[in-house]
């Protein structure tokens, strides 16, 4: 009989290295491993991936580029729904996995596979971005995961690839680090604590300047244009150089806390340098050039998208709505922040923008009025009180 196609979903880790074996020996599949990668693996790591595929039985390995598709489709409009998941998580992995998962779907129904299957556990939100995206876009393709359906612990994983012949480092690491282009997530035995906090040495990038230095970036209708003067076409090229500069600052590190798509609370820690000045300062662009209410509905049409992306729900139709909205309310976000760049911190200086709403002729705050009257302000503040004045009136009436 033809061997079933099955494709999983690869990172070159424990889980997935397990079930690349486990699916082809044990279960007799004809294993497609595919790592999609979204800005977190250099040729390198792509390299010895591939050859760790093919060692472990494999019949054939792919890497899957996603980079610019995951810009293009959900950072741009991360960037210009200022969002941040409670306030602090530029959605790093969470946002990461949708894309992940359906570029391995896609793949599969390419070759036309029979399953495709992915090495989360039953403990964490990545199963249900992996099962539901798989679900909705392919339903006619079944899905295996074996790490969840048999509660593995990674000595069972360890032994049997040693048992098969395998033999790789697989020392469990201090810490767990998934990292991409839009910010690096760190878990560890702190993590799993309401009272600690990541140690310094957790951060993958590590305090390289002490001193000072200011950041200039370009927006263009909300999009990066320009960082220190140099243009960039390439908005994934522009995120990077961002990095490159902050990261050398030890900036952009938190710690997450908040409600998993399966309902109980978690904590992660994360570094994302370019993400938090990104974001802060594009946001401090709009306060200059987007209208009260214009911030304000953006603000909660950003909060749910954010939301939605967490929860695994990307492909719900109102996504599109609010990415349409984002976009039509960039028209005016044209300009250049300063960012002041220090150890462990930054400071948003100022902006440069043509359509800054500061700078007009109607007046300047705390100092002159150039658009009305003494008379006008004093009517206008008489009006603004009567709603306020008639209930004050009515319950002094009733209270007598």
């Known amino acids: 009989m033809k061997k079933q196609k099955v494709v999983l979903a690869y990172s070159g880790g424990l889980d997935t290295s397990f079930c690349a074996m486990y699916l082809s020996k044990d279960l007799g599949y004809e294993v497609y491993t595919a ?23 494999a019949v054939k390995h792919v890497n899957l580029d996603i980079t610019q598709d995951y810009y293009n489709k959900s950072i741009k409009y991360m ?104 910010g690096t997530s760190i878990g560890g035995k702190e993590t799993l604590k309401s009272e600690q906090t990541l140690p310094e040495s957790a951060y993958p990038s590590q305090l390289l300047e002490h001193g000072e230095e200011l950041l200039k970036i370009a927006f263009v209708e909300g999009e990066l244009a320009a960082v220190n003067g140099k243009p960039y076409s390439n908005k994934v090229e522009a995120i990077q150089a961002i990095e490159k500069i902050a990261a050398r600052y030890a900036i952009g590190r938190d710690m997450h806390i908040g409600d998993t798509i399966i309902g109980i609370k978690g904590r992660v820690g994360f570094e994302a340098a370019a993400p938090l000045v990104i974001i802060n300062a594009h946001k401090m662009l709009e306060k200059h050039t987007l209208t009260k209410w214009q911030q304000y509905w953006k603000d909660q049409v950003g909060t749910w998208y954010g939301m939605f992306l967490h929860e695994a729900q990307y492909l719900e139709p109102v996504m599109r709505d609010i990415e349409a909205f984002l976009q039509s309310s960039q028209r005016n976000v044209t300009g250049t922040v300063i960012v002041r760049l220090r150890p462990y911190h930054y400071t948003l200086v100022g902006v440069e923008s043509e359509y800054d ?44």
């Open 79 to 182: 960037i210009f729904g200022n969002v941040l998941r409670n306030g602090t998580y530029p959605i790093s992995v969470s946002s990461e996995r949708i894309f992940q998962a359906i570029a391995i779907i896609n793949y599969a129904k390419s070759i036309g596979a029979d399953y495709v299957a992915h090495g989360s556990t039953g403990a964490g939100n990545d199963q249900v971005r992996f099962d539901l995206t798989f679900d909705v876009l392919a339903p006619e393709i079944g899905i295996i995961t074996p790490t969840r359906d048999m509660t593995l612990t990674r000595e069972y994983e360890i032994n049997y690839l040693k048992q098969h012949g395998f033999e790789a480092d697989f020392t469990k690491m201090e810490y767990s680090i998934n990292k991409g282009l839009w």
């Open 357 to 400: 709403l500061m700078k007009t002729d109607f007046g300047e705050y705390g100092e002159i009025n150039k658009a009305w009257t003494p008379e006008d302000a004093k009517g206008f503040t008489k009006i603004t009180a009567i709603p306020t004045k008639i209930f004050y009136a009515v319950q002094k009436r009733n209270n007598k």
């Open 35 to 57: 790592l999609a990668n979204t800005g977190g693996f250099s040729d390198e790591d792509l390299q010895r991936v591939e050859e760790r595929a093919y060692r472990l039985g």
